[in-house]
């Protein structure tokens, strides 16, 4: 089981895991050890509370190239491992109300356990993350247009004319 998770941990960008707790969660109950919760939401919770929360924030803890391909509009991208760093943190106020996802749910599970350990409570993490988060029409959605993109699109306009000239010429 250690192995499994150890792997599972890797897989998100932690990879120098020093250790871990023999008989998990359930072992940290019985030692009478301190105990908090994650509220999960649904993606309409959050579609319902985005146009009446001033202080909602969307913090997307996926990849920056994941984010780069969409995300919620005036979301903030903080990857998991990052969370770990307390200049980017800096960038969550005391009085935010934080919205976590990553693609499917599990890194951030991860992450709002990390912000809880730092102090942060007022978080919910949406069950289903992106994947749920893109099926719900409510939401606004953005697409992080970078440079490179712009070059792709451009390559792919010269090409579309050059066809189209070349195309007309053939018709004349």
Known sequence: MENEAMTRLARVGFDK?????????EAWQNAGLPVDMIIDVESDELAMDLPFD????VLDVRKESEFDQGHV????????????????????????????HCQSGYRSVIGA????????????NIVGGWKAIEQEP??????????????QQE???KEDDTTNTEQALQNK
């Open 17 to 25: 895991m020093i250790g871990y707790l023999e008989g998990g969660f």
């Open 54 to 57: 001033e202080h909602l924030l």
């Open 73 to 100: 509009a005036e979301a903030i991208n903080i990857p998991l491992p990052e969370l770990l760093n307390p200049i980017r943190v800096a960038a969550i106020e005391d009085t935010d109300n934080i919205y976590m």
């Open 113 to 124: 356990s990390i912000l809880k350990k730092q102090g942060f409570h007022n978080l919910r």
């Open 138 to 151: 409510k939401i606004p959605v953005a697409v992080t247009v970078t440079e490179e993109a712009l070059k």
């Open 155 to 157: 390559a792919a306009a």
